[in-house]
């Protein structure tokens, strides 16, 4: 069904649209030259993930796939994201946002309409859980800039969620240029500082309850798909968990083996009328989430999820990638990435009952709702060296080609109950005929109409 947003969100969607490629160092961006694709280096690690596990599972037996993950991708010391720059057409892999400023920059118009939907709050915080690069919140804060106008006096600010030290310094820099300090006590929960060119206030933290409460905009991108998961198996004798051992006929190498017996995971978090033959269930996934809810609802605000994934439909879908191939979970361990689907499904029954859920919908009908024809249109019209429309051409099908990331990406949102609801008319009031106006559509997950 076609539906109008409001003219205001679709005054806001022209604006950013038909400016041409712009310097974040003009406004509230970043500090980086803004490139149509980016690029990062990759860096040695220590291969010593391996040695740990292997010595921890002699030691105390097999664990979950859960704490494999959260050893291998999270671990202080020798965690793949703590260590790593895995982030890039040279490295391990390549997200959206580092594809094109196009998805940050309609990623941005989207906080800006649900800003204004909730009735221009005068803070509105940016939180992102897990930023990778900083190239998200870069494109984001480009958007505020170019809308400071409809910002007017908001007072904006950026939380960051980020457990990698490492990666912390690389937004840092692409943030803040060298306007950031590391906190000087250990136990800060904002453990670094720093302004955009600006002047917007941005702050670290490893953990979501650390971000101050006010009115905020929550986004994540490819962060769900990194939290561990419990990976459980249908047996003759009931629900068991998926563990990983050492292979007694390879002394340095891991493989899964079935528990025996049931688990305090495999007892609580299978649902009672699960159909499938293999279930993965990420609980850390399903905490964040109810966090999201609490404080939307506590707070008003909105989130927006995005991340491969599926509606509680798919089974095995644990995997590895190294330099984009497939790789081996359980080969080399801390060398390669590790990821399973998002399952929409558990985040919306993890969600409860006092947000209202949107989605998923595919990232192609997100994009193209929000725009993404027209934007490119004018980034075309503008680009006349033909390397660069050609780079163009291809980061735009990248995102949106239903066999490419278009169909395989899915967003997902989490919304202040009052935002679709109609608002009541004050009692006692006798206009029985006319009926309270609709509430404005969520942009993204209608279609929008420039007409
Ligand atoms: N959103 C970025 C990066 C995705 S990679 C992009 O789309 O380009 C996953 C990100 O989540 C990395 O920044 C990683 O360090 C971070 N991350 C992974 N597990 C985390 C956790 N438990 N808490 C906070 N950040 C985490």
């Known amino acids: 069904m076609r539906l109008f947003v409001g003219v205001k969100s679709l005054q806001l969607v022209s604006r950013v649209l038909l400016q041409s490629c712009s310097s974040p160092a003009a406004g509230w961006g970043g500090t980086g030259p803004c490139d149509v694709l980016r690029r990062v280096h990759s860096s040695p690690r220590p291969p010593s ?6 010595a921890k599972i002699k030691a105390t037996g097999p664990i979950p796939v859960a704490e494999y993950m959260r050893e ?15 982030l890039g057409p040279d490295a391990d892999f390549i997200t959206s946002p580092e594809i094109s400023q196009i998805f940050g920059e309609l990623v941005g118009v989207w906080i800006i309409s649900e800003w204004m939907a909730a009735g221009r709050p005068r803070s509105l915080q940016l ?44 937004q840092a820099q692409n943030l803040t240029g060298t306007c950031n300090r590391k906190a000087d006590a250990e136990d800060d929960p904002v453990y670094r500082r720093g302004r955009t060119g600006a002047g917007l206030p941005v702050s670290w933290y490893r953990r ?48 899964f083996v079935v528990s025996p017996s049931p688990t305090l995971a495999s007892s609580i978090l299978v649902q009672a009328d699960e159909r499938r033959d293999h279930v993965e269930v990420c609980a850390e996934g399903g905490v964040i989430v109810q966090q999201l809810a609490r404080r939307i609802t506590q707070d008003s605000g909105a989130a927006l999820i995005a991340d491969y994934g599926h509606d509680g439909t798919k089974m095995d879908t644990f995997r590895g990638f190294k330099e984009h191939q497939l790789h081996d979970v359980l080969s080399s361990p801390g060398s390669a990435d590790l990821t399973a689907d998002v399952d929409f499904s558990y985040l919306r029954r993890m969600a409860g009952g006092s947000v209202t859920c949107l989605g998923p919908v595919s990232q192609r009908t997100f994009l193209k709702n929000m725009g993404i024809d027209a934007r490119m249109q004018v980034l075309l019209r503008n680009c006349t060296d033909p390397s660069t429309r050609r780079q163009l051409i291809s980061s735009y ?46 942009a993204g997950f209608s279609e929008l109409s420039f007409s």
């Open 49 to 54: 993930v391996l040695k740990h596990l292997t």
């Open 72 to 86: 291998v991708l999270t671990n202080p010391v020798t965690g793949y994201y703590v260590k790593k720059d895995m």
């Open 127 to 170: 939180v992102e859980l897990g930023p990778g690069k900083g190239s998200l919140a870069g494109d984001i804060l480009r958007v505020c800039s170019q809308l400071r106008s409809v910002l007017g006096e908001t007072l904006v600010s950026l939380h960051l969620v980020e457990v990698s030290p490492a990666l912390s310094v690389v």
């Open 208 to 255: 979501l309850e650390d971000v101050p409460a006010d009115f905020s905009v929550f986004v994540a991108h490819e962060f769900f798909d990194a939290l561990p998961v419990h990976k459980f198996q249908r047996t003759d004798k009931g629900w068991r968990e998926v563990m990983v051992d050492v292979d007694p006929d390879k002394p340095d190498a891991l493989r």
């Open 397 to 442: 099908n990248m995102l949106t080609d239903p066999a490419k990331m278009g169909h395989r990406f899915h967003f997902f949102s989490l919304l202040h109950p009052s935002r679709l609801s109609r608002p009541s008319r004050p009692a006692g009031l006798k206009l029985e005929r006319k009926r309270s106006p609709a509430p404005l559509p969520v």
